[in-house]
């Protein structure tokens, strides 16, 4: 046999590695970030993942195998397996959440089931301890889903919280793994680069170190390296954005130099080269320390690294109120960015950058492109080797470097640029195509095949100057033209009154007619068919005006490979009259606002058109028109403008455009009226007829109402009853048929009756508590029926003597009365005759009240000078004829109910 000379040998190795590369990107297939937050890029579209237990502000790390499968993923503090589950010692790393690349994760080259998890700690308090730069090892060998067998063993004692990644050798799969730090590996200024090769004998221990001579203090923002690993990118926040070339050969970066950020977001946090390694990305902002939302603002800015002046060539894609966040290259080519309104404060989106390598705004970024259901994004994107995305451009059209549409019959060449002393291979399906050995490759469609039909080519660029192959890879689908039509017609309305043939199209109303219901087809209108065909001069298709009654425009018919047809499209005018339509309703919640159903008035609008029309109802006139979906009403409408509002109903016979009909809607409004909040009927007057008035002041005088009072049935406006309970009025707007009912309750109310009034007397304080019972309110009044009256039942201080209490209903029902006394005792008397104070007697004794009392009076000598008769005049101050001489006197009294006083009075002369 043979033998393989060396050379044989080496282009094998080149060719094994080759594929390995190809296939490694799919180790960057799966994503999970933020908050329960994930996607995956198995499929030509990104899929969302909600699986994930992540929640991290910022730094996270994601791998999958080479078949894209997912294997693991970490904050830098927890490991989870693909079954979301925590690994097996996989807690406790010295990653950090809130450190801005946590964590990267490597593969060991040629060591199957390796992988070293490195990792970044940082600081939030000065308290805090700072375990600076780790690795840990992640074993699938001894165990198919993972465990952490090495767990944080140290490199640096202290570095910058970003973290990159990029291939060494194509050779021996090394693997370089960079971070940033000070000159001594302890907390100082951040100036030097640490490379530390990752091979198959393990992590390297001493590192390639590169001083770029500058001095940075702020440790937060990403680093990425380009794709070919020719350049690396630094973001610093307020310590400025720095690039700087890198040689993957010995790990050796040069030639720094500060990029300057316009405008007032100058703080670099993402960063991401395009996957042709000429254009860095870079989301920038103003970095507030305020926690709420509304005090963020963020730029995402484009540079071209190959401009002469770098600065100059800055272009700014986006600026608004974000938060800062990173940025990663995905599988697909495209470039995402993480989106949050502040630092605690994420949002369910991703913003894409289409078309990464194109100038400027050709790039197109979409902002909220991705929405990633119940996941929330916050600052971080997980980070990988940027080597897995170190493919080349072979379609080089501006528009998409992996996925070429060509149509049926087209012809086009897939090419690279050339390189001195590189050969060249292609690929079809994974076939060498045999004399295919140049930069270029004229391809077409295969005869015979359905269409569409997909191949896929592979290009292999051997720099052969020790480098690494580069790879790049077109997927290609021919389409078919799309189907031709013969044309439409699309009919439109005016008012017969004003009929000039002219009126607005909506031009997208024929586009059915065009498409045959293929989703996959757009249509453009053109004034003319050359126009339609070189696709220029395209027509706005909302709002149209034709110029003439009868107008053909042309529609041009696109396929998503750009493969177009034209067919014409005829424009006529239908001049109806207009009909009017009328709907009323009463106004229920008193708002001025109704729930209509529309299709009562589809028989007043549709005129005079035959069989079953197609009537919708629109909110303008214009809107009718131009069958604007944003102006469509549902059948249940509510009215926008209170009590009065004119919508229009378009009137269609076959799609074709018969009438625009003008519909009122009327909101017509109720008797407004009051009953009283509170109505009595006194049980005193029964069986006489109370009368209850409502206030009427609020109806309209100008309008004819009709009264119904229930139970009674009566039809009057005032109600007369003698029935206490509720009672109903409803009140009936003659001409429009509107009412309002109002129920209000008639409380039968009683005159008070007198239980017992307890009395306090013959005392410094006489007193009378009254005691009642009844049905009503009630308030009380002493000796003048008149008042005034108190609402307590109780009186104090009062005279000796008889007293008439007066119990009086609050509701109207009348007044009961009651007389008793309070006994009591003169404490002077003067006998002259003059009609005052003539006699002494106890106070408060009648007939009716203590008949029986003992009265008697003595003298100061204890002699007893008069008995009293309680109810006679009293002792007129004789004994025996004779005036007793001015002086004090005592007494004596017996109370029938048994109670004795004793005390003195003054006689005056």
Not at 14 to 36: D, E, M, P, R, T
Not at 276 to 302: A, M, R
Not at 308 to 323: E, F, P, R, T
């Amino acid at each position: 046999m043979k033998k393989n000379t060396l050379k044989q040998n080496v282009l094998y190795i080149f060719f094994i590695l080759s594929v390995v590369q190809l296939k490694a990107q799919s180790q960057a297939n799966n994503w999970y970030f933020g908050k329960g937050a994930g996607l995956s890029f198995n499929n030509s579209t990104p899929q969302v993942l909600t699986d994930g237990l992540l929640d991290t502000l910022e730094g996270c790390a994601t791998i999958s195998d080479d078949n894209g499968s997912l294997l693991f993923y970490t904050d830098g503090q927890t490991v989870y397996t693909a079954n979301h589950t925590v690994m097996v010692n996989g807690n406790g790393l010295f990653g950090n959440a809130s450190s801005t690349q946590s964590a990267i994760i490597i593969p060991q080259p040629n060591t199957p089931g390796i992988y070293y998890i490195f990792t970044i700690d940082t600081r939030l308090r000065e308290s805090d301890d700072d375990q600076g730069l780790n690795y840990s090892i992640v074993n699938f060998n001894s165990n198919p889903q993972g465990e952490v067998t090495v767990k944080n063993r140290k490199l640096l004692n202290f570095a910058s919280e970003k973290l990159s990644a990029v291939i060494k050798s194509c050779v021996t799969n090394s693997v370089w793994m960079v971070a940033f730090s000070s000159s001594s590996g302890n907390e100082n200024f951040i100036n030097t680069l640490y490379a530390y090769e990752l091979n198959d004998s393990g992590i390297q221990l001493t590192p390639v170190k590169s001083s770029l001579s500058l001095d940075v203090e702020d440790r937060r923002g990403n680093m990425k390296f380009s794709p070919d690993g020719k350049q690396l990118a630094i973001a610093n926040m307020f310590s400025g954005l720095y690039l700087t070339d890198f040689d993957s050969a010995t790990g050796l970066a040069s030639n720094v130099q500060r990029l300057s950020i316009a405008g007032p977001n100058g703080a670099s946090y993402g960063v991401e080269f395009s996957p042709n390694n000429k254009y860095l990305y870079v989301h920038s902002s103003n970095s507030s320390d305020e926690p709420e939302v509304g005090n963020h603002f963020s730029s995402l800015i484009q540079y071209d690294t190959e401009a002469a002046d770098i600065n100059a060539s800055q272009v700014l894609l986006d600026q608004q109120g974000y938060y800062r966040g990173s940025l990663q290259l995905a599988p697909d080519g495209k470039i995402y960015r993480a989106l949050s309104l502040a630092y605690a404060v994420g949002l369910p989106y991703l913003g894409v950058i289409d078309n990464p390598n194109a100038a400027g705004v050709a790039a197109n970024y979409r902002d909220r492109a991705i929405n990633l259901g119940s996941g929330i994004s916050f600052q971080g994107l997980p980070p990988f080797n940027q080597s897995l995305f170190n493919e080349l451009d072979i379609i080089q059209n501006s528009t998409d470097s992996k996925q070429l549409a060509l149509c049926d019959g087209d012809t086009y060449t897939l090419k690279y640029e050339a390189v001195s002393g590189a050969t060249y291979s292609w690929y079809l399906n994974d076939n060498l195509i045999t004399g295919a050995t140049t930069f270029e490759l004229n391809i077409r469609q295969p005869a015979g095949v359905t269409l569409p039909y997909t191949e896929n080519y592979e290009f292999r660029l051997d720099p052969n100057d020790g480098s690494c192959e580069k790879i790049g890879y077109a997927e290609v689908t021919y389409y078919a033209f799309p189907q031709a039509s013969a044309g439409a017609r699309l009919v439109q309305c005016e008012d017969s009154a004003t009929a000039d043939g002219l009126s607005i199209f909506n031009l997208n109303e024929a586009n059915s007619d065009f498409t045959f219901a293929d989703p996959n087809l757009s249509v453009t209108y053109h004034p003319s068919l050359n126009q339609a065909l070189l696709d220029i001069d395209p027509i706005e298709p909302i709002g149209y005006e034709n110029r003439r009654p009868s107008e053909t425009l042309y529609a041009r018919i696109v396929n998503p490979a750009g493969c177009a047809v034209a067919a014409p499209l005829n424009l006529v005018v239908s001049s109806t009259a207009a009909t009017t339509g009328l709907l009323e309703e009463c106004d229920i919640d008193d708002t001025g606002f109704v729930t209509f159903n529309l299709r009562d008035a589809d028989s007043q609008v549709s005129g005079s058109s035959t069989g079953t029309p197609d009537i919708n109802y629109y909110l303008t006139e214009r809107g009718a028109l131009l069958e604007d979906a944003n102006e469509l009403l549902p059948v249940a409408y509510t009215n926008s403008t209170a009590y009065n509002q004119i919508i229009f109903a378009r009137v269609e016979n076959n799609n074709a455009c018969f009438a625009i009909s003008r519909l009122e809607l009327l909101i017509n409004p109720r008797p407004d009226f009051t009953l009283p909040e509170e109505a009595f009927y006194c049980a005193s007057v029964f069986p006489e007829l109370e009368t209850y008035m409502p206030d009427y002041s609020n109806l309209d005088t100008s309008r004819t109402y009709t009264y119904q009072w229930l139970p009674e049935g009566q039809t009057t406006p005032e109600l007369q009853t003698n029935l206490p309970g509720e009672h109903t009025l409803r009140v009936t707007d003659v001409l429009t048929g509107c009412f309002r009912e109002e129920t209000f309750t008639i409380e039968e109310k009683e005159l008070a009756v007198i239980e017992n009034i307890e009395v306090t007397d013959a005392s410094e304080n006489n007193t009378a508590v009254v005691t009642i019972s009844g049905d009503g309110d009630y308030e009380f009044t002493l000796d003048d029926a008149i008042g005034p009256y108190q609402d307590s039942s109780t009186f104090t201080g009062l005279l000796p003597g008889f007293h008439t209490v007066y119990v009086r209903s609050k509701e109207g029902c009348g007044i009961v009365e009651q007389e008793f006394s309070i006994i009591g005792f003169m404490k002077y008397f003067t006998p002259n005759g003059d009609g005052y104070h003539d006699t002494w007697q106890v106070k408060g004794i009648s007939e009716f009240v203590q008949p029986g009392t003992v009265i008697r009076v003595f003298n100061r000598y204890g002699k007893l000078l008069k008995e009293i008769n309680p109810l006679g005049e009293g002792w007129d101050g004789t004994f025996r004829g004779v005036n007793s001489p001015a002086d004090d006197y005592w007494f004596d009294v017996l109370l029938e109910d048994g109670r004795v006083f004793k005390s003195h009075f003054t006689l005056k002369r």
